[in-house]
């Protein structure tokens, strides 16, 4: 049985259908009886569990062969990041007392970047599950393709994509979330010590410019990028309803000046097959073409 948080999520489904798929057994955790019941039909088993919640998560855990486990992500936190350091303490404990015999924690590329900024709350995961008994492995993903939503409604009615990674020809490591959870499935298959970390991107690395032209083929028609000056940054995160936007601009200026990036850039993570066009188009697909 392998246990997976974050199940109506694109990553964590992706882990579960997957396992599903191979005929593995899965225990989804979720929040609600209406969100078990959907998984339910597919095969899954659900146990409900709020992540913070140590006893219900301990016994969503207990007795699996491995468990894939994740922060619910939190783009506007408080300055000191409490929101996750309380989410951390809880899965370590909730680990501790379930024991899984693995267990993969989904982490960032840039989770190792000691400069503050949005990613910091990974390297905290990484850091309060270190001390754990079981074998962990530390999924460093990459910038997720499918951010690319929040640009198909503007690229639909004007044509433009605004840009925070910049310059609009840099090229950026990108990864779909669907190669995410499937390669975190692969791994959960696999037997190791100890703790490891694997960087994960797509098949290559893409710009703005290449997301602007992927969403105009997707759409049937002409789509740029266009550059938001770094500073109106801060005005238009306060705008969107950001109490706290520093730490997200602190993450973009990381990848745009390259602080952000895996150890060896691209040469030894590990490669996706979900090219850019696909993941587009999946999305252009699901918000109804």
Request: with cysteine; charged share 20%; hydrophobic share 45%.
């Amino acid at each position: 049985m392998f246990a997976i948080t974050g199940a109506t999520g694109k990553v964590g489904g992706a882990v579960a259908r997957t396992l599903l798929a191979a005929s593995h057994p899965v225990r989804v955790i979720v929040r609600d009886n209406g969100k078990g019941e959907r998984w339910a039909a597919l095969g899954a088993e659900f146990a409900i569990a709020d992540s913070n919640d140590i006893a219900a998560m301990t016994a969503a855990m207990s007795g699996c062969a491995g468990a894939f486990v994740m922060l619910p992500p939190t783009f506007d936190p408080s300055p000191d990041f409490r929101e996750a350091r309380q989410t951390i303490e809880a899965l370590h404990q909730a680990l501790l007392a379930a024991r899984p015999r693995k267990a993969v924690v989904l982490s960032t590329i840039g989770a190792d970047a000691l400069q503050p900024n949005l990613l910091n709350q990974l390297r905290l995961l990484e850091e309060g599950l270190s001390d754990l008994p079981m074998p962990l492995t530390y999924l460093r993903a990459a910038w997720f393709m499918e951010n690319a939503a929040w640009d198909l409604e503007p690229a639909r009615r004007e044509g433009t994509i605004s840009s925070y990674l910049q310059p609009l020809d840099k090229l950026f490591p990108m990864v779909s979330a669907e190669d995410v959870g499937m390669n975190a499935a692969e791994l959960l298959l696999e037997d190791w010590s100890g703790r490891r970390i694997v960087e994960l991107e797509g098949p290559r690395r893409v710009s703005p410019n290449d997301i602007a032209a992927a969403i105009g083929r997707s759409l049937g028609r002409q789509v740029c990028a266009q550059v938001v000056a770094r500073d109106d940054w801060d005005r238009l995160f306060r705008s969107q309803g950001m109490i706290n936007p520093v730490p997200r601009g602190q993450m973009l200026d990381g990848f745009n000046e390259g602080w952000i990036d895996f150890s060896e850039r691209d040469a030894r993570s590990r490669k996706g097959t979900i090219m850019l066009d696909q993941a587009i188009a999946a999305l252009v697909a699901t918000a109804g073409g």
